[in-house]
């Protein structure tokens, strides 16, 4: 009779190679590698645009936002108490320089002399349309009933058809 052992250990340590955890990849870019905070940065993207889209409303700004955010973040890594809540605290990262470029967009609009804007009306500026199929008339009645929701519905929304981001990991950060 023949037995058959099948370790374990090593197919999880071959799953665990693929598919690092946040912890382990913060710790080899501490480290100073810097794939690693790529690995990270590739994550993480489609939940950073998504959450810049959905204060901003536009794709390019909120695409500058987000590298924006990852800069910042890779700067401050070291004081990142808790490395397995890298997702919560990029999420608010990325919402404070969401709320730097619309105080500068109200700066920039009093400098120079155009009435002033409140930020409520900045965050309701219309965004370049995702589907271009749709008539004008449906964007605002879509718009228009996306605003009503709670904040936090409105965020996974946005996340969702605009970012791509899908409510599992991605959208856990946000609650």
Do not use: H
């Not at 099948?6 to 501490?30: A, K, Y």
């Not at 105080?103 to 965050?123: D, F």
């Amino acid at each position: 009779m023949v037995q058959i052992i099948v370790r374990r250990d090593f197919v999880t340590d071959e799953f665990n190679q693929t598919m690092s955890s946040d912890e382990q990849l913060i710790s080899d870019t501490l480290g100073g590698d810097m794939r690693a905070f790529g690995t990270l940065v590739e994550r993480y993207w489609n939940m950073v645009v998504g959450l810049a889209m959905s204060k901003i409303g536009e794709a390019a700004e909120a695409e500058d936002i987000a590298q924006e955010s990852f800069m910042k973040a890779y700067s401050q890594l070291r004081s990142l108490r808790q490395p397995s809540r890298f997702a919560g605290w990029l999420s608010k990262i990325a919402m404070q320089q969401c709320s730097n470029t619309i105080r500068q967009r109200i700066r920039c609009k009093t400098a120079l002399g155009c009435s002033s804007t409140g930020v409520e009306e900045i965050e309701a500026e219309a965004a370049e349309p995702g589907n271009y199929r749709l008539t004008a008339c449906q964007r605002y009645f879509i718009r228009e009933r996306v605003q009503r929701l709670p904040a936090k519905f409105q965020k996974l929304i946005v996340m969702r058809f605009v970012g791509g981001a899908f409510c599992g990991a991605d959208c856990k950060a946000i609650r």
